[in-house]
């Protein structure tokens, strides 16, 4: 099948099944490789509690960003916006189509939209983590607020690791946070699709997948992940890969200091919470056309899409707010 549109991004919530619908796109289409755009797939052996599409699921298809990191190194935005972009000319330079599938919406805009992120600064993040061990995270928030109200709007007062984050990037550039941030303007022509269930269907489906996660074994992989030569757990992630839903709840248990089933039920519970994050930034977006998860023609569908925007990567007219939108605001 032939598509003139340079680049295909697949988004929404964990659960609605981005990955597969992906592949079947790639095969579809031909000539296309993907690009994940989930910072903890990145990271080797972390394969259950991302539910990591495996190469004998790939259906021949290059994967890119993928078992890419050791669980111990610590990655960031920027250093994931470098390593992508990259891949991205690459697989555009040898005649293929990207098609970017991710649930973090930070991370695919980084890869496909303007925006411009600034490094790092050990020193200058330490000293913020000082403050907030002595003044609290509200002190900081209120100097975010001084110097820039729309980041402080936009982060909200309850999440510390962004408002540091922020005041860094203030600290670095003496710009606002704000002027970092992605703009709505693509990079390449870009077709982008989202998925989505209402609410309780996309609920239903995180209770099973965390299930699904258990029988699996995850357990067993947080052990070998976590596990140091003298036998702790921790060590053996990295401060980034320690964050990750599944792997962060699990690893009190292995201590000892929180019982099995609990972490379980907390990891569907905090995989849930997350969700609505994700569709607070997919949703706000109004280049994403939005299709149900669940509909028995959905790759018909997205191709109709992938065609109908391949001349000009214009709004496709079948765009709809997200099922999980309207089912959140009607609760």
Not at 131 to 142: K, M, P
Not at 165 to 174: F, Q
Not at 306 to 320: E, I, L, Y
Request: with cysteine.
């Amino acid at each position: 099948m032939i598509c003139s549109v340079q680049l295909i991004s697949v988004v929404g919530p964990t659960g609605t099944g981005k990955s597969a619908l992906a592949l079947e796109l790639a095969q579809a289409l031909g000539n296309c490789e993907i690009v994940n755009a989930d910072a903890f797939s990145q990271y080797r052996g972390m394969d259950i509690g991302t539910a990591k599409i495996m190469p004998a699921e790939r259906m021949g298809i290059p994967h890119h960003l993928i078992d890419n990191l050791d669980p111990l190194e610590t990655s960031t935005i920027a250093d994931f916006q470098v390593t992508g972009r990259m891949a991205l000319a690459d697989i555009m330079a040898r005649g293929k189509k990207p098609i970017v599938v991710g649930g973090s919406g930070l991370y695919v805009r980084a890869l496909l939209d303007e925006m411009d992120l600034p490094g790092t600064n050990a020193e200058v993040r330490a000293a913020l983590q000082a403050r907030l061990e002595i003044a609290g995270l509200g002190a900081l928030y209120s100097e975010l607020h001084t110097k820039d109200l729309e980041a402080a709007y936009r982060i909200g007062p309850h999440n510390a690791r962004r408002i540091i984050r922020a005041l860094e990037v203030i600290a670095i550039t003496g710009k606002p946070y704000s002027a970092s941030l992605p703009s709505e303007q693509y990079l390449y022509p870009t077709i982008a699709i989202g998925l989505d269930f209402n609410r309780a269907a996309l609920d239903a489906r995180i209770d099973l997948r965390v299930e699904r996660m258990r029988e699996q074994g995850l357990l067993d992989e947080v052990r070998g992940l976590a596990s140091d030569s003298q036998g702790g757990y921790g060590s053996g992630l990295g401060a980034t890969a320690a964050r990750a839903i599944g792997y962060a709840e699990l690893l009190p248990v292995l201590r000892g200091e929180f019982a099995e089933d609990a972490a379980f039920t907390q990891i569907a519970a905090n995989t849930k919470r997350l969700t609505r994050k994700q569709m607070g930034w997919f949703g706000r977006d109004p280049r994403v056309t939005w299709l149900d998860g669940g509909s028995p023609d959905l790759l018909k569908q997205a191709l109709s899409i992938v065609q109908q925007g391949g001349d000009t990567a214009a709004p496709s007219p079948r765009r709809r707010t997200p099922l999980g939108s309207i089912s959140a605001a009607a609760n």
